[in-house]
């Protein structure tokens, strides 16, 4: 690939009025800067928000890292070189609406910092911040480099680098490869966002992804078609010079995988794993690959395609007609199709990256058969653990508010926690539980958090026999498949005591008189944590009778992270990177000052 020049971007002209026409502001390394942005400021012709211009003495090969943070507006940072050259930009890099810039100096000078924001209404107090910026042990600038299979290496984007065709600096790696490896290449930056390009032994592309690792991380998977050295292209996604560094990461991944573009079986409870890679069937969203299985008329399946490297996609097809198709009807981000099959024969799944284009990695697919909805108007059985397919439809129990419903029985035993899951992709779902009395003891619309679905967890003081009531939310005539689940959760944290959580379960807990009490007077329950490994997880602390909020601390009780409304609504959700072999300490807790109480649940799983 052969460098070409980028010309650089001269954005003086962009404002209106010269630099000079400013009082000149220093700022120096390791000295932070406070000022304010106001109506009184030149502006920038483009979005018309006031800058400041400030004079920074730089050294050939000094490397550097500026933060702008504002809490009054969405900060935005330029940094120019002594002829007046944009060296880089920044808008989101920092935390929240912060910007962070990492820059490299080509020479000795005077550079200019421009402090401005992103809205043109802009004003308010700033903080400018030029720090050391401690680079990694890297190959050296414009050099290919070279690793092997299995291996993780530090790198960095800096003047010297090779231009890519589109303008951003570009590194190479090459490695060896046997035929027919199963490929996973993988690159990581938290100072720019990604972009990842993979060349076989012919120098032709075999696969390119931007952010198919989340947060601006990138992800290749590829089979390696003929023996011999690949190359691999780090760059960063746009047409800007970003300057920062990365972690590039090569490993052959085992498994049993169907070959590429071949279709594969699959049977009824079964879990299959999958792979998206080059060489697979080519459908309307990219890569895909096939699984048929044998259905017959009136028969009810669920399929479900979950992946921590893509989001997946999934089509079902008889006789190539499509019968559903759904992107994040299952956990998370997963793809969930239920439906009664409508004649008897082969079927065919097609699993997909819904972005088409994503290369897509690993997956697994379910398929899981379940009982015939019960016939209209009749009272359903359901046992813990079971999750059942219903249907709404004409002849269930009419509602006097108008619509139908369904009911379901199960028996529990006293002071039983009790977890009811009702799904559908056809309405919106509304799920009530009634005791033997017929009395509502607990109700809910779209408790799952994810869309429409419903989610009820309960503590049943009285044992005997309980009654689900399962209908669509509001007055409006739902029809259609749904899925019922009934559940055991774990024990509920009791007023005071401390519960320990477990990786992949959900506790139920309340806030109640005799919990711990906060500075500001609200109560907390206190929940301990203790990851056998190393890594991110996602905490969730889920209430429909509370705004939630979390709060992550060391063994020691210092806070190590808080968050209030990160989940959906107002629950509180924070991913957070543990330690094997440490404690830490999980309160659920309520927003502000005033004394909620309320049923919650909390969950603590791996970050896909």
Do not use: C
């Not at 730089?58 to 809490?71: A, F, P």
């Not at 601006?216 to 691999?232: D, F, H, K, M, P």
């Not at 109560?523 to 991110?536: E, K, L, N, Q, T």
């Amino acid at each position: 690939m052969t460098p070409r020049v980028v010309p650089l971007l001269i954005v003086a002209a962009a404002l209106t009025s010269p630099l000079g026409a400013q009082s000149p502001r220093a700022v120096t390394v390791g000295r932070p800067v406070a000022d304010s942005l106001t109506a009184h400021d030149p502006v920038r012709r483009s979005v018309r928000a006031p800058y400041h211009v400030w004079q920074l003495e730089g050294r050939r090969g000094q490397r550097l890292v500026l933060d702008l943070v504002s809490s009054d507006f969405d900060a935005y940072l330029v940094v120019r070189d002594p002829d007046g050259y944009t060296l880089g930009s920044d808008d989101d890099s920092g935390d929240e609406l912060n910007a962070r810039l990492r820059v490299i100096l080509a020479r000795d000078g005077t550079y200019r910092v421009i402090t401005t924001a992103v809205g043109d209404s802009a004003r308010g107090r700033y903080t400018l911040t030029v720090s050391g910026w401690e680079t990694p042990l890297a190959p050296p600038a414009g050099e290919t480099a070279a690793l092997a299979i299995g291996d993780t290496k530090d790198g960095l984007l800096e003047p010297g680098d090779d231009l890519s065709p589109d303008g951003p600096y570009q590194d190479r790696w090459t490695f060896s490869a046997r035929q027919g490896a199963r490929l996973r290449i993988e690159l990581h930056s938290a100072d720019f966002d990604s972009y990842l390009a993979v060349l076989g032994p012919d120098g032709a592309v075999v696969g390119t992804d931007d952010d198919g690792l989340g947060e601006r991380n990138s992800l290749v998977a590829v089979r390696a078609r003929a023996a011999g050295q690949y190359t691999i292209l780090a760059s960063s996604f746009g047409e800007d010079l970003r300057v920062g560094a990365y972690r590039v990461t090569v490993l052959e991944e085992t498994g049993v995988f169907a070959d590429p573009g071949a279709p594969a079986a699959i049977q009824a409870g079964e879990t299959k794993e999958g792979r998206l890679e080059t060489g697979d069937a080519v459908g309307a969203r990219g890569i895909e690959d096939r699984w048929t299985f044998q259905g017959r008329a009136g028969q009810v399946f669920r399929l479900d395609a979950v992946s921590g490297d893509f989001d997946p996609y999934l089509v079902l097809r008889f006789d190539e007609t499509v019968v559903d198709s759904n992107d994040d009807g299952g956990d998370g981000n997963g793809a969930r199709i239920l439906t009664v099959l409508q004649g008897t024969g082969t079927y065919t799944a097609a699993v997909s990256a819904f972005t088409q284009g994503d290369t897509g990695g690993r997956y697994t697919l379910a398929l899981t058969g379940s009982a015939a909805p019960a016939e209209p108007g009749r009272t359903a059985r359901i046992a813990f653990g079971q999750r059942l397919a219903g249907r709404l439809e004409r002849g269930d129990e009419a509602r006097e508010d108008g619509g139908y419903q369904d009911r379901w029985e199960f028996d529990a035993r006293p002071d039983q926690d009790v977890t009811i899951e009702m799904r559908s992709g056809a309405f919106d779902t509304y799920v009530e539980l009634r005791d033997q009395q017929g009395n509502v003891v607990a109700e809910n619309d779209d408790g799952l958090g994810d869309g429409t679905d419903s989610f009820i967890a309960a503590h049943l003081t009285r044992g005997g026999r309980y009654r689900i009531v399962v209908r669509g939310y509001g007055d409006r005539e739902s029809t259609g498949l749904y899925e019922l689940a009934l559940g055991q959760a774990s024990a509920a944290a009791r007023p005071g005591q401390e519960i320990e959580l477990r990786l992949g379960e959900t506790t139920m807990g309340r806030l109640e008189p005799g919990d711990s009490v906060m500075g500001d007077q609200s109560y907390a329950d206190v929940f301990v944590f203790r990851p056998i490994v190393s890594g991110r997880v996602v905490i969730q602390v889920r209430s429909s009778d509370f705004d939630a909020y979390l709060i992550v601390q060391d063994a020691e009780g210092r806070t190590l992270a808080t968050d209030d409304d990160g989940g959906t609504g107002t629950d509180a959700q924070l991913t957070y990177e543990v330690v094997a072999g440490r404690t830490y300490r999980i309160l659920a807790n309520s927003y502000g000052e005033e004394r909620h109480t309320g049923a919650y649940r909390v969950t603590v799983r791996p970050a896909s």
